[in-house]
């Protein structure tokens, strides 16, 4: 697969999907069949340590959970906290923690382990979303073997939904001071053997606490990037695999083969250098023209076809934080080459005599965006990287336009979290530096009323385009597709292969 779709996208809902019908699989009648490797392949592991991840999360569910756990319609649900109180005031969380959770050493998880992992969290690790919840917190306490007490300094209202993704480790794991070379976890899967970028072998833990799961004896995840893992899923070689709109039409003349959406979306945008912007970008009529040269509709047309949304927020209709009037004002909704070309006028840039730096990451879609600014008459010089090479080289600051897309999110909170100055990845938004925009954000997380923290959010969100940052292209939903011998499997709300209610713990193969 490669990296810019399969690992970053997402969708409306499976009504509107072209295979709708053809997605559906009826849940088996059968009892479960024991055994069997089941053979999946959509994001990579990027880190051993989980505390450390930077974003590639479709494989560490199979071996570490959190407290919580997102059902596959997005709200929360119990996970190793088989309970969970919050105060009125938003400052005060109190977990249970369900009994007789064994980590995959045989120890039986405590209220001090859990701990342990949070002041591990907010002690040694630097950056990144789990580190924002944890330096709020003002004290952590086990009151006894089963309690957990986290006191926050003020509100944090998406503490419950990032609580997923704060796994809970055995202080005993190798590395634990420093880096974990060998977690150990609680999860239906175990840490085996990990080539990176190749393989990820997980086998199954008998003293698992849903008793009775998993069913498989173990899961190899593909880490490879794989243009087209078509064939392998018709061979057998994959059971489950994220699959390209472009790849996908030929699978679903297979009836062998299933398609079904992960609930969450995927953004794309096309972001601007906010941190060291080079002349004349750092002329808002500039990035404005190029915001109108886009045809939106097309570029999602081309990534979605019919089903991709074009709008200019980060969610989409029906999310709590979408806003029909934001939505209906949005001045880049339809092209107006006319328009860009005035503008470039009246700041006195003639394309002709500029040349456009542009990054992306190795896909179709932004060729398509490079296009469209070249009728303008700049000269591109674009740079199509892999993951590792586009994060160097956009950290490097010395490019004027980025296009990319970023996947499902637990909380909206882990979308705005990257906007802000000491957010993690800030590279993909070109690095914003904005102090009023921080201060919007904390103000949004703070406020444990819904009503007023949609508000605050959606301010947040006008001062990031008043200030031209990027500019939102739409919205798709991932495609994952599973073989017919896959039973009791569907996709979740993220990329997580497995959830308290759902997910690879509960998923067998027919013989």
Not at 247 to 266: G, Y
């Amino acid at each position: 697969m490669t990296l810019s779709l399969p690992r970053r996208a997402a969708l409306r809902g499976v009504a509107a999907l072209p295979f709708a019908g053809h997605a559906a699989v009826a849940q088996p009648a059968a009892a479960p069949r024991r055994g069997g490797v089941l053979k999946y392949a959509t994001l990579g592991l990027d880190t051993s340590d989980p505390h450390r991840h930077t974003g590639a999360i479709g494989v560490q569910q199979a071996y570490v959970e959190g407290l919580t756990s997102l059902t596959a319609s997005g709200g929360v649900e119990p996970m190793l906290a088989e309970a969970f109180e919050v105060s009125p005031d938003g400052r005060v969380y109190t977990f249970r923690i369900r009994q007789d959770v064994r980590f995959h050493n045989g120890d039986i998880l405590t209220a001090a382990d859990v701990v342990a992992n949070m002041e591990r969290i907010r002690t040694k690790i630097r950056g990144g979303w789990l580190t924002t919840a944890m330096h709020q917190a003002e004290a952590i306490e086990a009151p006894d073997a089963r309690t957990v007490v986290l006191r926050l300094k003020e509100p944090f209202a998406p503490l419950l939904n990032l609580a997923s993704e704060l796994w809970i480790l055995s202080p005993k794991s190798p590395g634990w001071e420093e880096t974990i070379t060998q977690p150990i976890g609680t999860g239906p899967f175990t840490f085996g053997e990990w080539q990176p970028k190749v393989r990820f072998y997980a086998p199954a833990f008998p003293g698992y606490w849903q008793v009775g799961k998993p069913y498989l004896a173990a899961v190899e995840f593909d880490l490879r990037e794989v243009a087209d893992p078509g064939l392998a899923l018709r061979a057998g070689d994959l059971h489950v695999a994220a699959v390209t709109r472009d790849r996908l039409r030929p699978l679903l003349r297979d009836a062998a083969l299933h398609a079904r959406p992960i609930r969450d979306t995927t953004w794309y945008f096309v972001s601007f250098n906010n941190r060291r912007p080079a002349k004349p970008f750092d002329d808002a009529r500039v990035r404005r023209a190029i915001g109108h040269a886009i045809d939106k509709r097309a570029v999602m047309n081309f990534v979605a076809g019919r089903d991709a949304i074009v709008t200019n927020q980060m969610v989409i209709p029906g999310n709590i934080h979408f806003d029909q009037a934001t939505h209906d004002a949005d001045i880049f909704a339809k092209p107006d080459p006319q328009r860009a070309r005035a503008l470039l006028r009246e700041a006195g840039v003639d394309p002709a005599k500029r040349r456009l730096d542009v990054i992306s990451w190795q896909g179709a879609w932004p060729q398509a965006v490079v296009q469209m600014i070249k009728a303008l008459g700049f000269e591109v010089n674009h740079v199509a990287l892999d993951d590792i090479g586009a994060q160097r080289r956009l950290g490097q600051y010395d490019w004027d336009i980025a296009l990319f897309e970023s996947g499902p999110r637990a909380d909206i909170f882990l979308r705005y979290v990257r906007l802000m100055s000491d957010g993690p990845n800030p590279v993909l938004w070109g690095g914003i530096q904005d102090e009023v925009l921080d201060g919007l954000i904390d103000k949004a997380v703070a406020e444990p009323d819904q009503a007023r923290r949609v508000a605050n959010y959606l301010a947040a969100w006008k001062r990031v385009m008043a200030q031209d940052y990027f500019y939102v292209l739409g919205h798709e939903q991932s495609v994952i597709v599973n073989r017919d011998e896959v039973q009791g499997w569907e996709p979740g709300f993220t990329w997580s292969p497995h959830w308290a209610s759902g997910g690879i713990a509960r998923t067998w193969l027919k013989a």
